[in-house]
């Protein structure tokens, strides 16, 4: 199989630390967040809604901007809210969900507290200029790290 020209050739962006990052904790899900032909690491967090999500890997979403702080796409159906808090304060470079909408939402500004948002898991924080600088409409696919 011949590999794809040296423009098209994804890019795994590093950690914050310019490593690559350690293997997820125990009941977490390692996962690549591709935007563009930019793939970071990231990973779900151990939660009924995050699990929900990690059944459904991999998905690949257009996600709009919103309020020039985070990217969304709908979900359908909608992920399990059952045993998540009420609200949350979600920051940079997390994914996250506002269950009133069903939208999945990766962060890459400071949006506050707000009832309805769940904290899901996080990406490589270099995703944020990705997401700030970048097109208004983006496809990013969801996978897990480990295929």
């Known amino acids: 199989m011949t590999p794809p020209p ?4 994804p890019t795994v962006a590093p950690s914050p630390s ?3 990052g350690p293997a997820a904790p125990t009941g977490e899900t390692a996962v690549l967040v591709s935007i563009g032909s930019t793939t970071l690491q990231g990973r779900l967090w151990d939660n009924p ?3 929900d999500l990690a059944a459904r890997l991999p998905l690949t979403l257009t996600f709009g901007d919103y309020n020039a702080v985070e990217k969304t796409a709908r979900l359908d159906p909608p992920l399990t809210m059952a045993g998540m808090p009420a609200g949350d304060d979600p920051n940079p470079g997390e994914i996250g969900l506002y269950a009133p909408s069903s939208v999945l939402v990766l962060y890459y500004g400071d949006v506050g507290y707000w009832n309805g948002i769940a904290r899901l898991g996080s990406f ?4 944020t200029e990705l997401l700030a600088e970048g097109p208004q409409d983006v496809t990013v696919s969801i996978a897990r790290a480990d295929g």
Do not use: K, L, N, W
């Not at 040296?6 to 050739?9: D, H, L, N, Y």
């Not at 490589?124 to 995703?127: L, N």
């Open 6 to 9: 040296a423009e098209q050739t």
């Open 18 to 20: 310019g490593t690559p």
């Open 49 to 51: 809604a995050a699990r």
């Open 124 to 127: 490589d924080i270099s995703g």
